[in-house]
Each structure stands twice: as structure tokens, then as C-alpha cells.
């Protein structure tokens, strides 16, 4: 094999650990070569493969990512374009399954095809099953051990049924020779409109299926839906059957693909985006269609959560990825590669655990923000979080969207997103001497007529909780802020959603006064907002004592994960609110 890459180090933004044992939270530690499908995979020697696309000599070139230590390093190489490419191992028998859009002389292919093979994703003479298909595309397969089965989901590319691309599912007895097909009955009344929006969003009703098998042995389906809430179906049998739809509140999701992955030590982990879409203006900044506006404001942010009890109860929804672009401001630079996808995004995922019970993911569509990430389950599990920014805003979202054509219809600009600038900035803290400098975060607000909207906004994860409290150290110089609290992401500038939130409190200088001109070190205050979900209530505490407090307006089912904080000014407000350090603890 002829080595083309070697994914550099020096690209991430983290030192690559040296072992596993390192790994804890979540670690960049390459890019595939492919958006995450179906195309990673286990080799017969152990290693993990991921096959793609790359564009050499002007020509589309099919390739592999491969790693012999579980996921720390990967060498990119040129694949033997023959070859089955990614296939999965039977655990009841010698054979290798794969569904495939290549023919055996492996020429591209819209009819659904079955690689099958005894000696793995290398074998060039491997067995292809010609289905009476066509335009679906394969989204997962796992082995139904008990059963010895393989059930298969797939997306149905035609829009046949209303409008919005469909989901299907197969399963086959007999080790891929044959296959029973059933498309899956469109969701009935999924969002259409999010609050605020002038215009319908992108429709879907069902489609990208992500599939885990239970511990009874029925088989769970999230179905990626318009949301604006992550959609369920079960099958008792199998796969032959499914049963009718249910929402999960506890998973915000609109538009963006699921996925699930069963742990060796029985727990189950579950990825999601758990974001909330901008509502859209009229007229609208991105193309009208029949599916409504297809732009894609919430695939910034990628999240998991983990269960001990087969998805009766979950804990962390912690994002495991932001897009390392989400503050770009040409995003016609990024990923142009024409065999690349140009949804410039950070859903669409595969996971494999590896050694040591660490977790390998792939998540992303182009080139600029697809990786590869390790992470260590445990790290879900965590209760408290602390952010000081001193090394930087890596954990904050604060992107404002200007308004350009960047939305364009899947071209350069990217797969319906939009350019963007910073929201929020580190400055110099006037508190310390000037020969020893520190930063503190501000939240102010320039008015842009460039912008779709100037309202600048900080949002900010944590481990999700019923009962916690967390604490913004905070010193206003101007108009002030609006304080929410979340059980999702809401992109910083939207002026609606952090309303409707449960928790929504606006801080002036009333409540958090500051002397002028300003004394050093004085004027800072610790807000921290307490509740208990049970209680259905909310306390707000400033310097520790009781500031104000009140009902939630509706209760999160899984708890709070997320502070909004936005600047309540209305013209231009230079100096703002700054702010030291984020905490958040359990109660």
C-alpha cells in the first residue's frame, strides 16, 4: 500500500496521548478519510479501519485510515479499489457483511448491494448480492446474536413519501444471502415551524435510523425527525415489526442523525445533537424548498449521554465535540475537496470501543470538521464542571451568523450554514496590574447591520443534572445580561428560545451594582442559580444570599445541562458584562 497521509499532530488541538491510558475527556486524535456511515470497521488483525474518498491527481481515490493502536495514531493509504472495503464479522460464523455502492469491479452503484466474504474488507473477489433495490443507502448493521441475524437501517433517498427522505430497515437469516425489506411507516406530526420562526424548516419525518439491541432482546430505533425531540420506535421480533413512534423529551434533536453503541461492560451509550434549530426570518436567508427552509443552525455541537439501566435512565448529555469552525467567517475556504461532502458539520457518527473500555468515534461530514475522537465513558458520569477561560473559549459557543449567501444549496459555503463572527471576546481584567495581565470574558453587544442578528450570547455545557445549581462570576459595566438555564444547546444569538426556557432572568445593574469609576478587585458577584427538578422550583443567590426565586416554568426530564447568558442591551454596549469563571455543582 502506498502511504498518502499521515494526520499530523501538530493539526489538533490537543496533544496526542501516548496511551489509552491517558484518554479521559474527549481527545481529537485524527480525521477520516469519509464522513461516518458505515465505513469503519474491525480488520481480521485487529486493527480499525476507516475507508473514504480523497481527491489525487484530480482524480476521486478511494482510501482507508488505519490504526493499530486503537485509535491514537492513523496512516492513511491508498485502498485497492476492488476490494469490498468495509465489512463486519459474523460472530456465529467465518463470513464477512457489507452493504456496498460498488459493483465487483468496483464501479460506483445505485442498486443496493451486499458484499459477502471469508476473508474480510481486502478480500477483491468477494461475493456481491444484487438486491431488487434502489436509492437506499445504508446507515448501520449490527448481528443480532441470539437470533444469528443481521438487521440492517437505511435511508430512502427518493423523498417518495411525503416529501422528506424515508427510512427503511432489512434483516437477513442466512448471513447476507438474502434480506426481508420494510420501509418504516413516516412519523406523524413532527415540528414544522420552531417558536419565532417565520417560515418551516426543513421537513422530515423519519429517516438515518440509528438501531441498538436490548438487553430482552427487542431492538430500539431513534429515527432522525424535524424535532424538535428525538423520535423512538421498538421491535419485539427482531426487526419484522416495528411499533408505533414515541418522543423522548429528554433528547432535543431536529434534523441531525442519531446513534447508539452497547459497551462490553453492558452499559450503553447514546450521540446525539442535542440542539435546538435558530428560527428563521423572512425572508429567508437560505433556499425555500419543498422540505421548507434547509438551514441547518443546530450541527455545532455533538453530545452523549450514558445509561447503566438500558436507557431507562441516562446521565452526562456533555458535549463530546464543538465544530472547530463554528466562528468562522469564510466558510467557502474550508474542506474544498470535490469528493468531499459539504455538510460542514459535527453530526453524523460511528463509534467502536477499543482497549481499555475507551471509546473510538467518528463524527462529522467534510473534511474541516470530521475527526476521529477517543473518550473514556466515565467522564459522562461526572457531576461538576469548572471553566475559567484562561485557556481560551474552546468550551463556549458565542457565534453571531452574517447575513451573505453563504447558506448556499449545498455549494462551497457549505451544506446550508452560514459565515460567522465572534460574539464574545477575552479582554484585559482592569482589576490586575498591568505588568501582569489577565483576560476575563465579556459579553457586550456592537451593532452590525451585516449580522442576522447582533445580540450577542454565551452558551456553555455542563454535566446534566436534576438538582445542582451553578454560578457565573460576573461584574456588569452596562446594560446587563439575560440569565437562562437549559436542558439543550440554543444558539447564542437567538432572541426567542432563552425566553421560553424554564429558568430566564434578567441582571442589571440594580441587581449586581458596580462603582465608577471602577475599584479593583470590588463589584464582582457570584450569581448561582439553585433548583430542584422534583420541587419544580428555582432559587437565585447573589454572594450566597437569596437574590429572588420562583417556579420553572416546565420541567427538563433529564435535568439542566446548559447556561444561555445574552446581553439584554439594545444599541451598542462596549463595555458590557465580564466575567471570571463558570461552575456548576450537584445539590
Known sequence: MTALLLFSAAALSAVTPLSLSEVYEPVVVGAPPMYAGTDMCVMPNGAIR??????HNGKVTRVYAETLDGGLNWKTSRAEPKSAGALFKSPWSDMWIGFTNRDSMGNRERRVLVARSKKGPEDTSAEIVVLPYRDYACVRLIPLVSRKRWLATFVELTCKKDGGYGAATAYSDDDGKTWVFQDIKPVKDVRRRNPGSARD??????????????????????????????????SLDGGATWSEPWVDERFWQANTRPEFLRLKDGRLIFVWNNTQLLPEVAPSLTPQGEKGVAGFTNRDA???????????????????????????SDWRELGNDDAQEKDKSVHQTQMIEVAEGKVLIAYGQNISTRRFALFDPDWLLEKERSDNFQRGLKNISHHLYVRSAS?????????????????AAMVLNPDIPYTARGDVLQLCRIKDPRLYSDRAGIVWNFPASKKGSVTVNARILGSGFKYTLSDHWINPCDEVNPSLQPVSENMTSADLPCRRPIVNHNDWYDVSIEWDCSKGEWRMLVNGKEHRKGALKWVPKAGFSYIHLQTLAEGTDPEGTHFRIFTKKDL
Open 407 to 423: 447558506g448556499g444549496w449545498r455549494g462551497w459555503a457549505g451544506h446550508c450554514a452560514w459565515n460567522r463572527v465572534p460574539g
Open 201 to 234: 424548516h426543513w421537513f422530515c419525518s423519519g429517516t438515518e435510523p440509528g438501531i441498538i439491541e436490548m438487553k430482552d432482546g427487542s431492538i430500539l430505533m431513534c429515527l432522525r425527525t424535524s424535532g424538535p425531540h428525538a423520535v423512538f420506535v421498538r
Open 50 to 55: 476507516h475507508y473514504g474518498s480523497e481527491m
Open 302 to 328: 455533538l453530545h452523549a449521554a450514558i445509561s447503566d439501566d438500558d436507557g431507562k435512565t441516562w446521565k452526562g448529555f456533555r458535549e463530546i465535540a464543538l465544530s472547530e469552525h463554528r466562528n468562522s
